[in-house]
Structure formats: C-alpha cells, structure tokens
C-alpha cells in the first residue's frame, strides 16, 4: 500500500521530502492552467446544487399539481440522495477504470437523461424515475469533480481549486432559487417541469468542455503512461524541476520503481477492485483506520448538522416563522442563496492561508450558535398568537449566518479533506465512500425533517441539529490533523494515531525547518 513506508518505522529522504523544501522556500501563485482545469471539473458539480435549490420551490407547485402527501415530498426530494449513494460507488471504480475525465463525462450524460425525464413527468412514478436517473449520475459528478481536482492541484493551492466543486454546487443552488421564482409565474402545470428540465441544457455543453480537459496524472501514473503524466504535471505546476519531483513522488506512491524512466511502463494491475476495498474496510492499516474514521466523522456531521433541511425547505421554514405569501417565501429564499454563495467564494480564498482545521472549527462554531438562535426564535414565535416582527427577522437572520458559517468551512473542507487523506491507491473509493456517506446523511434528513418537526416542533428539530453540530465540533478538534500545504502522498504520514496525530505534525515541521535551513546554508556556501 502507499505510504507503507512510513509506518515501518524506515528512516529516508523521499522525493516529498524535497518537494516539500521547495514549496516551503517558494511563495505559492496560482496556476492558470490547473485553475482551468478545476472549473471544467467542478462545472459539473453545479447540476446538484441547481437539483438541490430548484426542488425547494418546485416542490410547491409539485404537490398542488400532482396532489401528493408531505410523506410523498419527502421521498421525492430526498430519495435522489440515496440515489447517489449508488452512483458514487460505482463511480470509485469507474474512475479506476476509464479515467477520472471520462468519468464526469458520463455524469453529464446521465444528468442529461434524467432531467429530461423530469421535465417531462406526468405523474408521481415518471418523476422518481428521472429522479433515479440523475441521482445515479449526480454521485458521479460529485466523486468525479473532488477526485480529479485533488489530483490536479499544486500543494500551495490544493484547497482553493479542490472546493470549486463546493462552490459550483453553491452558485447552483442560486441558480435553482432564481429558477423557481422566474418560472413561478408560468401555470402550475408547465413552470414546475420547466424549472426541472431546465438542469439537462448544461450538460450537453459541459460534455465537449471536459473533454478539451487533460487526464488526471496521477491516473495516467497508475496505467503506467508516465510520459503524459509528466507533461500534464509540467503544465499544472510552475516549473518543471517541481514536475519531476512530484512524478517520482507519484511513481513511489503507485509501487513504481524510481529508475523507470521511459514514456510508458508496465504496471501490475489488480484483477478487480475486491482487493481494495479489503484493504479499506476489511483489513485496514492502522493509517487507513484513522483517516476512514475522520472520513466518515466529517461527512456525517456536514450533513446531520441539518444544511440541507434549510436548503431544501426555506419556503416551509419561513412559512413557519410567519411568511404567508410563496412570492415572498421564494425572494427570502434566494437571500439565501446569494449568501451562501458570497460566502463559499470567501472560503476558496481563506482555505490555502488559514488552513483547514482553523475554518472547520470556526465554522462549526458558529454554526452552532445559529442553529440554536433559529430554533430559539422559531419557538418563540410558534407560541405567540401574534405576529412577532423581531423574531422573524432573527429567524431570517440566523438562517442566512447558518448558511454563511457552513459555505465559509464546513461546507468546501468536508469534499477538500477527504480527497487530500487517502493513499493513492485507495483514493478512488475512499472518496466515493465518502460521498457515500455524505449522501446517504443528506437523504435521511431530506426525507425526515418534515416528519421530525412535526413530532418534536420545528424549534425542537433545530435544537437538535445545534447539539449534533455541537458533537461535530468536539471531534474535529480531537480528530482531524492540518493538511494545508503538503502533498497528496506526505499527508499520509500524519496519519495512524487519532488522538496522538499532533505529535507527528510538530516533527514534520521541524524537519522540514531543518531542511530548509540546510539547503539555504548549501546555496550561500
């Protein structure tokens, strides 16, 4: 397994450990070609996020037209989730298989023929059809977009270009609330179809986009092309003495010996992917079982701390804090919208400065002061006869810094993370586990927040996501180590030990101090 060699104990100086004396001593800059390449990747990311908004007002105009139960709404908006659970899975050995390009080609694809299924729905039954369609390739779109971006990316500006896809989903999400308010004034019947049909126009574009995209080089590296893989990294990194180190980095990582040197090698391939996912469940390393547990821990609490029931049911939520009218439900909704998506743009920004933990915790944090804020004043105005205009505007209030806190951190590093932990080897799977479980959290509370809120009120459901938001914190602090900055491959080494992680890092650093120092002593000498 890659990354073995860290966790013998072997003492050596590996080619990261000379990559990362050069990204030390080098002020990072953004790489316009890699920058290109990660906004192909992610575009695709934006057909869930206008899913996700459009389905939060169509689902108004769905139930008068279809005449359909709140039971039934749930289902319909949360089952696509599930879906992608399917569709992420299988996308972990698709990618394995065709390529990480090719892979979002196929999302397109799929998305494609499911929107139109949905445009065209004239009942119930037609629509969870389509429903499945896109759903199958949405868990596509989202592996395809984090795995490829990851495995583009400079170390300096990992965490910038790998949350495109957060933010693609986000400027999606916006798209899909302008959507129902621009098409709700058509006639029930057609702006609800309009609004669903409206997501396969993208696809047919994004198809040729990602084609014109190169392959992953870290895939090129596993089918043995290692002269592509060389001049895909030439390209995606600044110079080309940073390209050769990180190839050899690659070339280690995939059980390549260092003096294969020609354009296309010989690489022994796994018969099937049985034995990688052995590997990642069934007899994990003591490496593997920590970063397993920080991927299924980030994912879970991403979701369980309730985005989507804000995302998906503002219009029921603002309803309940004392908006009548769907035309208002559906302006307040796009507030919304605009800033979670003012604030993911912030993110991208902060992610490669102020590093990982620092903004989860941050985010976290205040995440859990708006959640109970919201539940607090959606009490308060759930017992009140009368008509509160200060807790309505606290409820708007804290929907929109919820939302804002989660873009800033929560929301990009969850994607971020997972893609930088896993070896190479297991890296396809293990972010379409991730996903996996991502999804699956997602689906639950889509298909269970009406029902919840009207057993424990809607005021009780957000105190509830506040404490859960709460627990997520206490394990990010204990669990999750720092990944800015370091390699795909030098991450591993922070790894084995979940709650004595801080130990490593301190030693890494000081290394890399020492290092450092030397070879400026060797240059002035």
């Known amino acids: 397994m890659a990354g073995s060699g860290h966790e013998n104990g072997a003492v050596s100086i590996r080619p990261a450990d000379n990559l ?11 790489n316009k070609f890699a920058l290109g390449c990660a906004m192909l990747a992610s575009l695709t990311s934006m057909l869930l996020g206008y899913d996700i ?17 709140d039971v039934q709404i749930e289902i319909l908006v ?44 004239v009942n119930y039954a037609f629509l ?44 999606g999400i916006l798209l899909g609330y302008v959507s129902n308010y621009a098409f709700s004034k058509l006639p029930t019947r057609i702006g609800w179809r309009l609004m669903l049909g409206a997501g396969a126009t993208p696809s047919i574009f994004l198809v040729f986009a990602v084609l014109a995209m190169p392959e992953s080089p870290r ?20 110079t080309k ?35 990688v996912w052995r590997e990642l469940l069934l007899h994990p390393t003591p490496t593997v079982k920590h970063i397993l547990i920080c991927t299924v821990g980030i994912h879970f609490f991403q979701q369980s701390s309730g985005v989507d029931a804000v995302v998906l049911y503002s219009p029921r939520i603002f309803e309940k804090a004392g908006i009548t009218s769907s035309n208002e439900q559906l302006l307040t909704t796009v507030a919304v919208g605009i800033c979670k998506t ?110 919840l809120y009207q057993a424990i009120t809607i005021g009780g459901a957000f105190f509830l996501f506040a404490g859960i938001a709460a627990v997520g ?13 370091k390699t795909l491959e030098e991450t591993e080494r922070l790894f084995g030990n979940l709650v004595g992680w801080r130990e490593v890092d301190k030693k890494m650093k000081e290394d890399n101090t020492k290092r450092t120092t030397h070879g400026q002593e060797g240059s002035d000498g």
């Open 219 to 238: 895939w090129l590296v596993m089918q043995g092309k290692l002269g592509e893989a060389k001049v895909v990294l030439e390209k995606t990194l600044d």
């Open 128 to 171: 969870m059809v389509g429903r499945f369609i896109a759903g199958i390739g949405v868990g596509f779109a989202i592996m395809g977009a984090v795995l490829y971006n990851a495995e583009i990316s400079p170390a300096s500006s990992r965490g910038f270009l790998t949350s495109f896809p957060e933010v693609c989903i986000n400027v």
């Open 20 to 30: 990362a004396v050069f990204e030390v001593s080098k002020k990072p800059k953004k």
């Open 241 to 275: 003495e940073e390209a050769l180190l990180r190839l050899n980095d690659i070339k280690e990582a995939a059980g390549i010996p260092q003096d294969s040197t020609g354009d296309v090698v010989v690489v022994q391939k796994q018969t099937n992917s049985n034995g």
């Open 342 to 451: 003012i604030f993911i743009l912030v993110a991208t920004f902060l992610l490669d400065k102020s590093g990982r933990r620092a903004l989860l915790l941050i985010s976290t944090g205040g995440m859990v002061v708006s959640l109970a804020t919201l539940g607090f004043s959606l009490t308060i105005i759930n017992h009140s006869e009368a008509k509160l205009t200060w807790a309505i505007a606290l409820c708007i209030t804290m929907v929109l810094s919820f939302v804002a806190f989660f873009a800033i951190g929560m929301g990009p590093i969850a994607g971020i993370y997972t893609s930088e932990i896993f070896p190479l080897k297991l890296r396809a799977q293990g972010i379409s586990l991730g996903v996996a479980v991502n999804r699956v959290t997602s689906g639950i509370i889509a298909m269970t927040f009406l029902s």
């Open 473 to 485: 914190w206490l394990f990010f602090n204990i669990c999750l180590p720092e990944t800015r900055g």
């Open 53 to 69: 908004g459009v389905m939060s007002g169509a689902i108004i105009f769905i139930k008068k037209d279809l005449k359909i139960s």
């Open 78 to 121: 949360g089952v696509l989730n599930l879906y992608c659970l399917v569709g992420s899975i299988v996308a972990g050995n698709i990618a394995d298989w065709i390529g990480r390009r090719y892979t979002i080609v196929l999302a397109n694809v799929i998305i494609f023929v499911g929107s139109l299924f949905m445009g065209f729905s």
